[in-house]
C-alpha cells in the first residue's frame, strides 16, 4: 500500500533562514505528489503538486519542491522564512494504480523565530 | 463561488445524541470525501465518495455513515455519539479521485 512519512512533527527556522520540509512516499510506479499548507483554524489549500513533467515544481508563496525517484522523496523548500509561512504542511500521494483516494501524511507544524 | 461549504461551524454533543454534518460543493466536482483531524494524528479519512452514487470506508469509518445525496452534497452522519468522536471534520471535493482536493473551513464538535 502507499504512504507517506513526514519526517518531524515540528520544525524551527528563523525568519529569512531555509525552510525545509522532508516528505519520503511508498508507491509502485511514480506517483502525484501535493503539499498543502493549513494555517490556523482554516482548511487545508494547494501549495504545490507533481503529476507528470518537470521534476522540479514551483507553488505560491515561494515554495517549491522536488520529485526524486531515486529517493522517493518530495522535499518542500522556500529560501527565505516569513513570518506568514507558520502553519501545518502536509504531503500527500496519489498512486493511480493502486487506489483512488489520496493518501496524507501526519503533518509538520512550522514555527519561524523572530 | 463558494467552493466548499460546511455546517454547522461549532457542535457539542452529549454521548449517545446523533448529528449530521453537512457538506456542499459548487464547483461541479463528482469527488467527495470526509476527514477528520486529530493533534499528531493528521488527517485520516473516514469515508469517501469517487462519484455521484457510490461512497467508500476510508480508514476510520466505525461510528460513521454517509450519504452521497446529489453531486453537490455529501452528508455525514454519526449515530450515537461517543468522547472519540471529538474532532474537527473536514469536507473536502476534487474534479476526480487523485486530483487537487479543495477543502471546507470545518467543523469542530465535541463530545461530553
Known amino acids: 500500500a502507499q504512504s507517506v512519512t513526514q519526517l518531524g512533527s515540528h520544525v524551527s527556522v528563523s525568519e529569512g533562514a531555509l525552510v525545509l520540509l522532508r516528505c519520503n512516499y511508498s508507491?509502485?510506479?511514480?506517483?502525484?505528489l501535493f503539499w498543502y499548507v493549513q494555517y490556523p483554524n482554516q482548511g487545508l489549500q494547494l501549495l504545490l503538486k507533481?503529476?507528470?513533467?518537470?521534476?522540479l515544481v514551483k507553488g505560491i508563496n515561494g515554495f517549491e519542491a522536488e520529485f526524486k525517484k531515486s529517493e522517493t522523496s518530495f522535499h518542500l523548500t522556500k529560501p527565505s522564512a516569513h513570518m506568514s509561512d507558520a502553519a501545518e504542511y502536509f504531503c500527500?500521494?496519489?498512486?493511480?494504480?493502486?487506489?483512488?483516494?489520496?493518501?496524507f501524511g501526519k503533518g509538520t507544524r512550522l514555527h519561524i523565530l523572530p | 463561488n463558494a467552493g466548499v461549504t460546511q455546517t454547522p461551524k461549532f457542535q457539542v454533543l452529549k454521548t449517545g445524541q446523533s448529528m449530521t454534518l453537512q457538506c456542499a460543493q459548487d464547483?461541479?466536482?463528482?469527488?467527495m470525501y470526509w476527514y477528520r483531524q486529530d493533534p499528531g494524528m493528521g488527517l485520516r479519512l473516514i469515508y469517501y465518495?469517487?462519484?455521484?452514487?457510490?461512497?467508500d470506508k476510508g480508514e476510520v469509518p466505525n461510528g460513521y455513515n454517509v450519504s452521497r445525496l446529489n453531486k453537490r452534497e455529501f452528508s455525514l452522519r454519526l449515530e450515537s455519539a461517543a468522547p472519540s468522536q471529538t474532532s474537527v471534520y473536514f469536507c473536502?471535493?476534487?474534479?476526480?479521485?487523485?486530483?487537487?482536493?479543495?477543502f471546507g473551513p470545518g467543523t469542530r464538535l465535541l463530545v461530553l
Open positions: 507533481y503529476t507528470t513533467g518537470a521534476t
Open positions: 465518495s469517487a462519484s455521484e452514487g457510490t461512497t
Open positions: 464547483m461541479n466536482h463528482n469527488s
Open positions: 500527500a500521494v496519489f498512486d493511480m494504480n493502486r487506489d483512488d483516494k489520496i493518501i
Open positions: 473536502a471535493s476534487s474534479e476526480a479521485p487523485g486530483l487537487t482536493q479543495y
Open positions: 508507491s509502485s510506479v511514480p506517483p502525484y
